[in-house]
């Protein structure tokens, strides 16, 4: 019974209400195990130390973005539109997030710069779907035959300010769906003639 | 001659030597002002404050990186060719400067964060070059006519990995150069097929 109760989901959902409610640095293990019901103790069995909780708290934050990503993924769409419409739908999930849910925002975004192997696991997840698209697109003739996964990593780096923490300050700038036109031209026709 | 020996050359290379001994947090302009053998009020009549002064010295700092920029845009070359080097050359010079002169780095960096209009000069420095090689491309032939200037915004953002300070952890890993290269191919020839 006690299995149950102390579900993983609950943990978290409970974890993930007391740091908004309290702030990161204000919440303790000890609030965490009394909105639980249970001990302090019980709680440690399943996380080291608040640190983990957190990590566990925003992976699964972070992994709540993937859905609506893997839905453009298997659209019966050209590869090029659906290139465009994945890089635009990250950026606007990153975009809204930093600007409505911004206690997590802040966390993942203390992770990106302390703890960066924590997500790691999340950026692989994109990078694979990156990937996917491109064989597809290589398949239809669209893109020209390469390694996959190192196109991937490219179009990922060369979208670093529409994606990355770093620079969620400048989200918000009017001319920021200018910008991401102008570098989603870059990359996918390229700058040279051919 | 008090003109001719406070001259903005002088406080500036006062100033950085003083910030490179002391540290940004622990000079003060009274210790400046020491080291320049004037007085406070002298000192004040020409920089309202630290911040304004610091300013001063970053931005200088940044200057010394145009030059052998200048020169590459000025090379007797192909213009993908020295877009390429120049692109180089910019992220090889703010990596050796991270590594190399970390006072004045992180100086640089907090003004990216906290200022970043004290840096927009600079910027638009750098912009102006790279358009400069663009219409020489296009004049040539190797690009397709294009408005210059907002190719060129298009082609710092897309590299901005390996010039922007939020990302100075990641230039010394051992796949830099790799990363770099995948992405110049991704930009100068573009994802799809035409």
């Known amino acids: 019974m006690a299995e149950e109760v102390l579900s993983k989901e609950r943990i978290l959902d409970t974890t993930e209400a007391i740091l908004r409610k309290f702030g990161p640095a204000k919440t303790n ?15 440690y069995r399943l996380y080291d130390n608040k640190a ?27 590869a090029a539109d659906k290139l465009y ?15 409505q849910d911004p206690e997590l ?10 703890a960066p ?3 790691q696991v999340h950026r692989n997840h994109l ?26 990593m490219a179009v990922f780096m060369a979208t670093t300010p529409f994606h ?6 400048e989200w918000e700038l009017p001319d920021g769906d200018q910008r991401f036109d102008a570098v989603w031209h870059l990359i996918s026709n ?5």
């Open 29 to 43: 293990m000890s609030d965490i195990a009394r909105a639980l019901g249970v001990t302090h103790a019980a709680l």
């Open 52 to 78: 983990a909780l957190k990590e566990a708290v925003v992976e699964r934050w972070l992994e709540r973005s993937l859905p609506p990503l893997q839905a453009v993924v298997e659209e019966a769409a050209p």
């Open 85 to 99: 419409r994945w890089l635009d739908t990250l950026r606007r999930f990153k975009r809204s997030r930093a600007s």
């Open 105 to 114: 925002f802040e966390m993942y975004s203390s992770l990106v710069t302390e």
């Open 117 to 119: 192997e924590a997500i």
């Open 127 to 152: 990078l694979d779907q990156l990937a996917t698209m491109i064989k597809d697109g290589i398949k239809e003739g669209a893109i020209a035959k390469q390694e996959a996964r190192t196109t991937a």
């Open 164 to 169: 990355h923490v770093a620079h969620s300050a």
């Open 190 to 194: 390229g700058l040279l003639t051919r």
